[in-house]
């Protein structure tokens, strides 16, 4: 039963409100004065506190102070005779919930009562009935999902009710979404399967991919001698962005789309494509010195700037156009820029690379404490948000609104969180990332992840003689048989990119013009 204590030097003339209120399964216990009410709440818990603004002694203005010293976060709310607005808003100032003038009725004190007590529970109750509509939406139009457009409206749904979620303790709620989620996954990884060689083979009826990135939305700006400026935050997740965007509202007007990454989802494929303007076997073939697999991925994404260089000028960006590129693996690193950002504001192109979010994904695998920080994707968000925050680019940022600068942000791909492990068998030459391998005769469920036989098909680079791509599906992971239960624990839970998931494939592309 909620509690109610109401102070009122004239209660006995409120009696017949006293007894609505109970009436209505509230129990109220009543002072006639300021003191006794601070001694009442002082001695137990009160849901509300009905306050008569003038009592003689201490008044109301007086013994709100004390109640909310001594008990902030319970609710006040003070009824009065007094309708100057001044007087009501120096109480406001002073942390009143609401207020009420006199006469007042019973239904006016109980609505009063209801609209802050309830409050929580009517939130939560239009909220569930509201997830329990979109949730069906998003079932029903998994059948008529026909175009990459239809999948980005999908997965920005889930994302963003995901996140509306973060704030509720409603775990039956989130279990349902995680549900539609896995579902939707399995659907979209089914669509990504069927269509991706035509994409890479078609570029006139593709979605936009990692390669369209410079071509599309870069040069054009530098062909009309515009200073611009290509922001990659690798690893970045379009549910991340959206904890990232609003610290951008008082300085750019912003503008949103969204596009796919090219596959595998991993930065040696999906950000050289972004630099370079082509897949990664076209790169091996143009350009094969910037151009090796191998397991370590830093070696291949040594050559961004080259890349970029080499792209501009097919596209007839005049060689003497000033092209700054610089990459951000630490916080030294970002105060460095800082400290040199006019420096690089004076590009005509500035391609900055910013390493956190990638790092952040692959030290939760290996170091506990951060999986103890952040257990789930909403503490990953969370984190992400954290460290933009108190990180030296809010001032980076800052300074580039202070430029005619036209600035885009965007992400090579994002990451899964793997929950589900499946074998996969292969030779020594395998490759050993977790969420795609090439190599000779790899074995694998089909269910769990996408068979590329012949590379080519994908654009993908050829290694040798009878090379083939495994990537993995919605939150698979691959394990050899091999100590197989012992790595299935090891990495179960973790963030990982490379396959095929709406949280790895779709990324934001985000236009920043300072206001």
């Known amino acids: 039963m909620q509690r109610i204590l109401w102070a009122d030097d004239e209660i006995e003339v409120l009696q017949a ?8 399964g509230y129990e109220v216990i009543t002072v006639t004065n300021g003191d006794d009410a601070v001694a009442k709440i002082n001695e137990e818990p009160y849901d509300i506190v009905l306050l008569d603004e003038m009592m003689p002694g201490k008044d109301g203005l007086t013994t709100l102070n004390e109640i909310k010293d001594s008990h902030p976060q319970t609710p006040v709310i003070m009824i009065t005779k007094n309708e100057e607005e001044s007087l009501m808003e120096d109480a406001i100032g002073k942390r009143i919930d609401d207020y009420l003038t006199k006469p007042v009725n ?5 609505m009063a009562c209801k609209k802050i007590l309830d409050k929580k529970n ?12 979109e949730i069906s939406k998003l079932s029903i139009s998994l059948m008529n999902m026909n175009t990459p457009e239809d999948w980005i409206e999908q997965a920005i749904k889930i994302f963003r009710m995901d996140m509306e979620l973060d704030a509720s303790t409603d775990t039956d709620f989130r279990q349902i979404l995680y549900d539609q989620r896995k579902e939707s996954n399995k659907e979209f990884c089914k669509f990504v399967e069927k269509n991706y060689a035509n994409w890479v083979a078609d570029r006139e009826n593709s979605p936009t991919l990692c390669t369209d990135i410079v071509p599309k939305y870069i040069v054009p700006h530098v062909k009309e001698n515009e200073k611009t400026i290509l922001v990659i935050i690798d690893c970045m997740r379009v549910d991340q962005w959206f904890m990232l965007e609003p610290f951008f509202y008082e300085w750019f007007n912003i503008e949103k789309e969204y596009y796919y990454s090219v596959l595998p989802t991993a930065t040696p494929f999906s950000r050289n494509a972004i630099f370079s303007g082509l897949f990664p076997s076209e790169i091996e073939k143009r350009y094969p010195q910037y151009w090796s697999l191998s397991d370590d991925e830093a070696s291949l994404n040594k050559y961004e700037k080259e890349l970029l260089e080499l792209q501009l000028g097919r596209h007839h960006i005049p060689k003497d156009k000033d092209v700054r590129y610089v990459k951000i693996m630490n916080n030294e690193d970002a105060r460095n820029l800082e400290k040199n950002i006019n420096n690089y504001l004076a590009a005509d192109v500035l391609a900055i690379v910013i390493n956190f979010v990638d790092i952040l994904a692959h030290s939760r695998s290996d170091l506990p404490i951060l999986k103890e920080i952040a257990p789930n994707e909403a503490a990953y968000r969370s984190l992400t948000k954290s460290w933009f925050e108190h990180s030296p680019f809010m001032a980076i940022f800052r300074k580039i609104a202070e430029t005619q600068s036209t600035t885009y942000i965007t992400s090579d791909h994002g990451s899964v969180r793997g929950l589900h492990g499946t074998k996969v068998i292969g030779d020594r030459e395998t490759s050993t990332s977790l969420r795609y391998k090439y190599g000779r005769s790899l074995k694998v469920d089909k269910k769990h992840a996408a068979l590329v036989k012949n590379p080519e098909d ?3 680079p050829n290694k040798g003689l009878n090379t083939n791509y495994i990537i993995a599906k919605e939150d698979y992971y691959f394990v050899y048989p091999n100590n197989y239960h012992k790595f299935i624990n090891h990495y179960k839970d973790s963030f990982q990119h490379g396959g095929i998931s709406m949280e790895e494939v779709i990324l934001p592309l985000v236009k920043l013009q300072g206001k």
């Not at 409100?17 to 209505?24: C, D």
């Not at 939560?124 to 009935?129: A, G, H, I, M, P």
Request: no cysteine; aromatic share 10%; net charge positive.
């Open 106 to 110: 019973p239904s006016q004190i109980l």
């Open 17 to 24: 409100h006293v007894l609505f209120l109970k009436s209505k």
């Open 122 to 133: 009517i939130i939560n109750e239009k909220r569930s009935q509201q997830y329990a509509v």
């Open 458 to 460: 994908w654009k993908l």
